[in-house]
């Protein structure tokens, strides 16, 4: 598990139990209510600026976790953390001129109380050329579209 060094094993009464980064879990606070717990995690090694502020959910429903990333276009410069009730699009992945000034990564998907993880690891996100469209002006022929991808760290 070198590339993993987020990852950590506990003991508890003689089992052994990994986790791993972004991991979600269902837990409650101190009143009963229901909380997502993110175990720690990075993207292009930023930890979420919130990481540690508790995210409710409800015991019924359809919840999921986010982390949307802010960035200066070339590299990422804030991660948050946070619980929406909509899975989202794709429709702000690319942007003509530069890369997109944010980004969303699912990290779970809730449902009643049971979370369904979507990434197991650290994240890495750059910049990349996605594409070229005609113009049909002969003085700047080509409109360059960019985007983000985010792959294991």
Same mark, same amino acid.
């Given at each position: +598990?070198?590339?993993? =060094? ?8 003689? $089992? ?8 979600? =879990? ?29 995210? @409710?959910?409800?015991? @019924? ?10 960035? &200066?276009? =070339?590299?990422?410069? @804030? ?13 702000? &992945?690319? $942007? ?12 779970? +998907?809730?449902?009643?109380? =049971? ?27 080509? $409109?360059?579209? @960019? ?7």
């Amino acid at each position: +598990m070198p590339f993993n =060094k987020l990852a950590t094993k506990h003991s508890g009464t003689g $089992t052994n139990v990994r986790t791993f980064p972004f991991q979600v =879990k269902i837990g409650s606070d101190p009143s009963g209510n229901l909380l997502a717990k993110v175990h720690p995690g990075t993207v292009s090694g930023l930890l979420p600026a919130n990481l540690t502020d508790p995210i @409710y959910i409800s015991q @019924y429903g359809t919840y999921y976790i986010k982390l949307q990333v802010q960035t &200066n276009g =070339k590299i990422p410069t @804030y991660v948050y953390i946070y619980s929406d009730s909509q899975p989202g699009d794709d429709e702000d &992945n690319a $942007t003509e001129g530069t890369p997109p000034i944010t980004l969303v990564i699912p990290v779970c +998907m809730i449902v009643d109380k =049971k979370p369904y993880q979507v990434i197991y690891s650290n994240q890495f996100a750059h910049p990349v050329f996605l594409f070229a469209q005609t113009t049909g002006d002969p003085d700047n022929p080509w $409109t360059r579209w @960019y985007g983000w991808e985010v792959n294991t760290a």
